[in-house]
């Protein structure tokens, strides 16, 4: 039922000529070898949502998203020139969550717990912080069932458990996303289902879960040394993998935004240093920290 996992293979037309210069020569928001320093906040918790298969121009600005345009957007900050890496989905969030594909270049089911290679779960346990995840339809804690339609639920979304240096049981469905959110661990992150994430459904389904769903957490966060995050795998193959990617909570200037260039690499780089690491995974070790944004 696994397919064999794949040598990695370097991505085509990701962002044409030039944006596969850049990313071979570093230029993606990072400079090669060299981390950049920068002023952080230190928040107590970092909520981060991933949303699926949207271009920037689809999202930012669209009356189908206003609770992303209206309220997160308008009250925090946003990154106009953000992409994703590669395509399709599951290469996309292994290199959100381990600076790296892991040889993964398609959506297909691998063997769970595959590698052991360095990624945010395993630095923030090393260091003796908290993490988790919360993903919807997931059938049961620490399930590494791949799919589930009647819940539609698929792992390639889940990047935790390709991971044997990330505790099964550190993977929680959504039903136990807490409602007291200082319990919430240090670093976490929110996956939705296939709808609800807008890849099966709209974006306008996507919005509104988002409202419903994390709008308390991101209210509580501003008043509580938290910050929520949400960003896009992909895009939809026509933006050249332009996405969105919004910040808000605590420390984060209200209506602000950035037009340096990010990627995967610099989200997970920052995740890192907000949560206090000193360590990096994968190319987040040679990418800068998204600045401009704080107060």
């Known amino acids: 039922m696994f397919s064999r996992i794949r040598r990695p293979r370097r991505s085509v037309s990701l962002f044409g000529a030039t944006g596969l210069v850049a990313a071979s020569l570093g230029l993606w928001g990072s400079a090669p070898g ?11 918790h970092v909520v981060v949502v991933v949303f699926e298969n949207h271009a920037y121009e689809q999202v930012i600005g669209s009356s189908s998203a206003p609770y992303l345009n209206n309220t997160l957007k308008a009250g925090g900050a946003n990154l106009t020139n953000s992409f994703a890496l590669t395509h399709p989905s599951q290469p996309n969030y292994m290199d959100l969550f381990s600076g790296a594909t892991q040889g993964v270049t398609d959506d297909s089911c691998y063997t769970p717990q595959f590698s052991g290679a360095a990624n945010l779960g395993s630095e923030l346990i090393a260091a003796g912080k908290t993490w988790g995840s919360y993903n919807e339809g997931l059938p049961s804690e620490g399930s590494t069932t791949c799919t589930n339609s009647a819940t539609k639920y698929a792992r390639k979304h889940n990047p935790w458990f390709a991971f044997n240096n990330v505790p099964l049981n550190t993977a929680h469905t959504f039903s136990q996303f807490p409602t007291n959110y200082s319990t919430l661990p240090k670093v976490s992150y929110v996956v939705p289902n296939l709808c609800n994430d807008m890849h099966d459904c709209s974006i306008t389904t996507g919005d509104n879960w988002l409202k419903n769903n994390l709008d308390a957490y991101a209210q509580w966060a501003k008043n ?4 929520l995050l949400v960003t896009f795998d992909e895009d939809d193959r026509s933006h050249n993998n332009h ?13 602000s935004s950035s037009t340096a260039t990010y990627n995967h690499y610099n989200v997970l ?7 206090g690491l000193t360590t990096h995974a994968g190319n987040a070790a040679s990418a800068s920290d998204i600045t401009g944004i704080w107060n």
């Not at 060299?34 to 928040?43: F, M, S």
């Open 34 to 44: 060299v981390a950049q320093a920068a002023a952080l906040p230190t928040p107590d």
């Open 224 to 227: 509580n040394n938290s910050l």
């Open 243 to 255: 996405i969105a990617t919004v910040l808000y909570g605590a420390h984060v200037t209200p209506g």
């Open 269 to 275: 780089r920052t995740v890192e240093d907000l949560a």
